[in-house]
């Protein structure tokens, strides 16, 4: 259903005027306003503050569907007795303007173990009343891999309108209904547009830049974690680890939470939802002092093979965009291209066939 | 579903406590919603979350059968902070309860056939739901045979059941406690429970076996009951890992491929042996 238009730099400059003056929130990868900070995602007023095109902001869009901690529900207790009230929820409108392709890609990934049998409204409240404009990468930097997972600079999954970079403008691709409605809502800052060269010429340009980082087959990387529970690797790999957990939080897909009662008085207080992450040992400490991952080495195995082999078996997506952001913000310089690099080359342990396997 | 958000409780009040041992406590909790308590429905085996507000929650077995409507039973320990919470709390006081949750041993698939239990400890709490709930439907089944044991006579769970059993005609119910766990008027086994199951030696043909316990006590019941005939998929145990959400979202409890809340809690021995060992 995909229709292709154009939209000038103009236009998409009064387009981001007309949202904020309409009450949208409007969110885009923004620098610190009046610093000279990280690009992060970030609620903006216009589009002079958006870095519409740039290497992968410092967070994920992650945050504005699964927020690092949120109210679940509050309490109030008398006399034995306990009244619970949902947190007031409330969706209001919001437009991510300039998202990664590949932050886009996340959260379509990330609906599939939150609708698994169990529809989690919070994460949906949230996905439905959001609509993703992306803009096609330009190819990142040095730490990016999306082609190795199966992803582009310009894919145009989990993107309502994917916009692509031309002189003057942007040539733009309308993906979904929430993208027709969106386009439909600012029809007069669109125009007639159809196949262009010149966007070609810059889609084709950024995924040989992407494919240069890392060559390597997602299939393969599968077939030996689902084989290679036991395997010296994994304690190599875990000598720089420091469990700092800092992967999890930065990454796009990573969604794995705490639910915790934060008291505010003896009587009241509120259930929350926290972000957690699978390299803390405490992750899986069970309540008699056993814990089922007892090293480093197990943390790391887990997180790789959630991403590469548990979540793939399950819902049929590879839990990893490519954005790199472990890569970067990883302390002891660890680095999935060069742990995916090796292990796309180690040949699966056949005589272990099955033991992780679905 | 309730309040409009997945993670918000149920309200139960709590209705009666039984101290079991010196740190295991039983609380039996009735839905504060007349219409849910009526309509609650569960399987042998599932498991909620149960919260105190304030504290937190945690994850254990509905301890009682789904024969026995209108209430539900959680048996625990006093190990970490919501526990510590729940043990300060008294008959009528309100509890937060989310499930059923998970999967549950197959019961009608044992119809017809006879059923050994095997638990050790605490482990006898999911395992009393089997039992509860096999015994409220005794005429479906042919022999049922209870083994259970704990380290000592003061840290067996259950014991007015466990009367109750043992007066029964259509039970064989073997007691164990560790050596040197026996009192003066002790009158059951003494000896580990793998070696209580050899002593008893249940017959395999046409059984199923329920095994719950620590996990050095599985580990070498496991090959008691497999050289006694049973085969690993007519073996049955359950798996707790840590869980937070118990709805297959917060991505503590996987087990290689497995998630234990939403694939398990029960599983057969040849699925447990299938998994790496990470549990």
């Known amino acids: 259903m995909t229709r292709e238009m154009h939209i000038s730099e103009p236009d998409l400059r009064v387009l981001a005027e007309d949202l904020v003056r309409g009450g949208t929130r409007l969110i885009g990868p923004a620098r610190p306003p009046g610093k000279d900070g990280a690009v992060v995602y970030r609620e903006v007023k216009g589009l002079d503050e958006i870095v519409l095109v740039g290497d992968p902001p410092a967070r994920s869009l992650k945050e504005f569907f699964l927020p690092p901690t949120e109210v679940l529900f509050t309490y109030r207790q008398k006399q034995g007795d306990v009244e619970l009230a949902p947190a007031p929820h409330v969706f209001p409108p919001q437009v991510v303007l300039g998202a990664r392709p ?215 997506e590879i839990l990893c965009t490519g954005c790199g952001r472990c890569v970067r913000i990883c302390p002891g310089g660890m680095d999935l291209l060069e742990m995916l690099d090796r292990i796309g080359r180690e040949p699966a342990a056949p005589g272990e066939a099955g033991r992780g396997a679905p | 579903m309730n309040g409009g958000n997945l993670y918000q409780p149920h309200l139960v009040r709590i209705d009666e406590i039984v101290d079991e041992t010196v740190d295991t406590r039983t609380l039996k909790l009735t839905f504060k919603d007349p219409m849910l308590a009526a309509s609650f429905d569960f399987k042998a085996g599932q498991f909620g979350e149960y919260s105190v507000f304030g504290s937190g929650e945690c994850t254990f077995c509905i301890a009682s059968a789904p024969t026995r409507k209108g209430y539900l039973e959680c048996s625990f320990k006093k190990v970490g902070r919501v526990t510590a919470a729940m043990r300060e709390l008294n008959v009528g006081d309100t509890m937060g309860f989310r499930g059923p949750y998970g999967n549950s041993f197959p019961l009608e698939k044992m ?117 006694l005939g049973f085969k690993d998929d007519a073996i049955y145990t359950t798996l707790e890992n840590r869980m937070k959400c118990g709805i297959g979202k917060c991505g503590r409890c996987n087990i290689g491929p497995v998630y234990v809340c939403k694939d398990g809690p029960v599983f057969t021995a040849a699925e447990i042996k299938g998994l790496p060992p990470e549990f």
Not at chain 1, 183 to 188: E, G, K, N, P
Not at chain 1, 200 to 205: E, H, I, L, S, T
Not at chain 2, 166 to 195: C, H, M, N
């Open chain 1, 102 to 316: 590949c932050d886009a890609a996340a959260v379509s990934v990330v609906d599939k173990v939150m609708d698994w049998d169990y529809h989690d409204e919070l994460w949906f409240g949230r996905r439905q009343a959001t609509t993703i404009v992306s803009v096609a990468c330009s190819g990142g930097d040095a730490s990016c891999f999306c082609t190795a997972v199966g992803l582009a600079p310009d894919v145009a999954k989990g993107s309502d309108v994917l916009l692509v970079p031309v002189e003057g403008g942007f040539h733009a691709e309308i993906l979904t209904e929430k993208g027709e409605v969106f386009v439909a809502a600012h029809a007069t800052r669109f125009a007639a547009g159809g196949r262009s060269e010149a966007a070609m010429a810059y889609r084709a340009a950024a995924r040989g830049k992407a494919e240069a980082n890392l060559r390597t087959d997602p299939a393969k990387i599968r077939a030996f974690l689902e084989s290679s529970f036991e395997h010296p690797i994994w304690e190599g790999i875990a000598l720089r680890c420091h469990g700092c957990g800092a992967c999890a939080f930065v990454c796009p897909t990573c969604h794995c939470f705490d639910i915790v009662d934060e008291a505010e008085s003896v009587a009241t207080g509120a259930r929350r939802r926290n972000w957690d992450t699978c390299q803390t040992a405490k992750f899986t400490l069970h309540g008699s002092g056993h814990n089922p991952r007892k090293g480093q080495d197990c943390r790391i195995r887990q997180r790789l093979m959630h991403k590469f082999a548990i979540y793939p078996g399950r819902f049929q």
């Open chain 2, 111 to 227: 119809y017809g056939k006879s059923l050994v239990f095997v638990a050790g400890g605490i482990g006898l709490a999911p395992v009393r739901c089997v039992i509860q709930n096999a015994l409220d439907l005794r005429d479906r089944f042919k022999d049922v045979t209870i083994i259970c044991g704990a380290r000592s006579v003061g840290d067996l769970v259950y014991k007015r059941e466990l009367d109750e059993w043992a007066a029964r005609k259509d039970v064989k119910l073997w007691q164990t406690v560790d050596p040197g766990g026996e009192t003066g008027g002790w009158r059951g086994e003494i000896g580990f429970v793998p070696a209580i199951v050899e002593k008893a030696r249940p017959g395999a043909i046409d059984a199923f076996a329920v095994v719950c316990g620590p996990p050095i006590m599985i580990k070498f019941a496991l090959p008691v009951l497999n050289g």
